[in-house]
C-alpha cells in the first residue's frame, strides 16, 4: 500500500470510527427516550380508562344504592330488581355491568346471556389466568382493577380488557365493568412504528452524511495528492535541471582549466624540448640546449603541480583517504596559510564514516563558502563548528567580514550561494544565511546523517 493510501485511510477510518460510535450511542439512546414515552403515553392512557371505570362503577351503585340499602339479605325481590338494572346499564359497543357471587356464579351478563347460572370460578384465558378468581379476590380487598382476556362483544374475539370491581357485602356479589384496551395496544404498536420508522430514517440520513463526507475527503485527498505529485515532478524536474546544469558548469570550468592552464603549460614544455633538441642536432649550443631542457622541466613540474591541483579540486585524494574531518582540517590549513585569515575550527563529527554524497557535498560546500569569504569577506576572523540536532549534522561558518544584504544580491554575485542552494538541495539539506552591512557573515548548513 502506497504512502499516499495510507494517509488517505488515516483520515477516513478516524471519521467513519468516530462516526459509528457517535450513531450507535445516539440511536440507543433515542430508543431509550422513545420507550420512555411510550410508556409514559400508555400509563397515561390506562390511567384515563381507570378513572373511566371508576366513574361508571360509582354511577351504577348510585343507581341500585336505595335498593340495596333498604333491602335485607334474604331480600330476593330486591335482589332480582338490582340484576335488572345492572343488565339494563350499558355504554358504548362493548361496555356494560357484571355480578358474580363469591362462588364464582354468573348473576349478571347483559351481553353473554348464556353464562348467566354458570361457575366461572375455575375458569382461565388464553394465558392460563384464573378471570374470575382474580376479580373476586380485588372485591373482597376493597375493589381494584385487573387485566385479562375476554371476548369482545363487537369482534366476536378475544382482547385485552381491564376490569374494575367492587364488592356488594350485604349480599356478598362482586359488581364490576370492565373496559377492552385493544385500542390503547393499537396506538402503542402505531406509536412505536412510527419511532422505529423515525430512528431508521436517522440512521440512514446518517449514513448518507458519513458517506458523503467520506467521498468528498476521498476527492479532495486525490486532488491534494494530484496538486502534490504535479508539484513534485515539477521539484524533481528542477533538481535534476539544476544538477545537469551543476554538472556542465563544472566541465565547463574543468575544461577552462586544462585549456588555460595544463595546456599552455604543456604546449611549453613541447616548445621547450623541440627546441633542446633543435640545438642538439647542430651540436653547436649544448649549454643552450639544457638551459632550455631545464626550464622545461620546471613548466613540467608546474603542469604536474597543475593537474594535481585540478585532480584535488575534482575529488580530493584525502577525502577518501582520510575521511571528511582530516580533508576539511587540510582545507582550512591551506585557507589560514594562503589568506592569513585565524580560523576557530570546532568541529564534531561521527567517528564512522559518512555517507559519501554527504561528505562530498559538506566539502564542497564549505570550499565554495571559503572562496566567497576570500574573495567578498574582507574578514579576520572566522568560526567553524559543527554539531547534531534533530537528526541532521549541522555545519556553521561565521566570520566578522564586512557583511552584506542577502535581498541585494544580483545574480551573477550570489553565484556561489545558488550552488550551493542546489548541493544542500539535491541531498534534502537546509540553510540558513545571516548577514547585515558591516556584521559579517553566518552560513549554517544541515543534512541528513
Not at 488517505?8 to 460510535?21: D, G, K, N, Q, R
Not at 369482534?155 to 373496559?179: A, C, F, H, I, N
Not at 594535481?308 to 580530493?316: G, K, Y
Request: glycine fraction near 6%.
Amino acid at each position: 500500500m502506497s504512502l499516499k493510501a495510507k494517509l488517505l485511510l488515516l483520515a477516513i477510518l478516524p471519521l467513519l470510527l468516530v462516526s459509528s460510535l457517535v450513531t450507535m450511542v445516539s440511536l440507543q439512546q433515542a430508543r431509550n427516550l422513545s420507550e420512555q414515552e411510550i410508556r409514559i403515553f400508555e400509563d397515561n392512557l390506562l390511567s384515563a380508562k381507570q378513572r373511566e371505570l371508576q366513574h361508571y362503577v360509582s354511577l351504577a351503585l348510585t343507581s341500585i344504592d336505595h335498593i340495596v340499602a333498604n333491602a335485607d339479605v334474604h331480600d330476593e325481590a330486591a335482589k332480582a330488581e338490582v340484576m335488572r338494572i345492572l343488565s339494563d346499564l350499558t355504554f358504548g359497543d362493548d361496555g356494560y355491568f357484571f355480578v358474580y357471587d363469591r362462588t364464582g356464579k354468573v348473576l349478571v351478563h347483559p351481553i353473554l346471556t348464556e353464562l348467566v347460572g354458570q361457575d366461572l370460578y375455575d375458569m382461565q384465558d388464553a394465558r392460563g389466568d384464573y378471570v374470575i378468581r382474580s376479580l373476586l379476590q380485588r372485591a373482597r380487598e376493597g375493589g381494584g382493577f385487573h387485566r385479562y382476556l375476554w371476548q369482545k362483544p363487537s369482534r366476536g374475539e378475544s382482547e385485552e380488557k381491564l376490569g374494575y370491581v367492587v364488592s356488594l357485602p350485604k349480599w356478598d356479589w362482586m359488581l364490576g365493568t370492565g373496559l377492552y384496551i385493544d385500542d390503547i395496544t393499537g396506538e402503542v404498536a402505531k406509536i412505536r412504528s412510527e419511532v422505529t420508522r423515525n430512528i431508521r430514517n436517522t440512521f440512514f440520513t446518517v449514513l448518507l452524511i458519513v458517506a458523503a463526507a467520506v467521498a468528498l475527503i476521498i476527492v479532495i485527498g486525490i486532488a491534494l495528492n494530484l496538486h502534490e505529485s504535479r508539484l513534485a515532478d515539477g521539484r524533481l524536474r528542477s533538481l535534476a535541471h539544476k544538477s545537469i546544469q551543476l554538472q556542465v558548469s563544472q566541465r565547463r570550468g574543468f575544461a577552462r582549466e586544462l585549456h588555460d592552464g595544463i595546456n599552455q603549460l604543456m604546449v611549453s614544455v613541447k616548445f621547450r624540448i623541440e627546441s633542446a633538441l633543435s640545438k642538439l642536432a647542430k651540436a653547436n649550443d649544448s649549454t643552450m640546449a639544457e638551459a632550455d631542457l631545464h626550464h622545461a622541466m620546471v613548466v613540467l613540474n608546474e603542469a604536474i603541480q597543475e593537474v594535481r591541483r585540478v585532480s584535488h579540486d575534482l575529488r580530493p585524494s584525502i577525502l577518501d583517504d582520510l575521511g571528511l574531518e582530516p580533508a576539511l582540517r587540510n582545507l582550512l590549513d591551506e585557507f589560514k596559510l594562503r589568506t592569513g585569515i585565524l580560523v576557530d575550527l570546532r568541529l564534531s563529527l561521527p567517528a564512522a564514516r559518512l555517507n559519501d554524497d554527504i561528505e562530498t557535498t559538506l566539502y564542497r560546500v564549505v570550499q565554495e563558502a571559503l572562496t566567497n569569504i576570500e574573495k567578498h569577506a574582507d574578514a579576520s576572523h572566522l568560526l567553524v563548528r559543527s554539531w547534531y540536532s534533530n537528526g541532521l549534522l549541522w555545519l556553521e561558518l561565521k566570520d566578522n567580514g564586512c557583511g552584506f544584504d542577502p535581498d541585494d544580491l544580483s545574480p551573477q554575485a550570489g553565484i556561489g550561494l545558488r550552488n550551493i542552494c542546489d548541493r544542500l538541495e539535491l541531498l534534502g539539506g537546509e540553510l540558513a544565511l545571516e548577514s547585515a552591512p558591516g556584521e559579517g557573515t553566518r552560513l549554517c548548513i544541515g543534512l541528513p546523517s
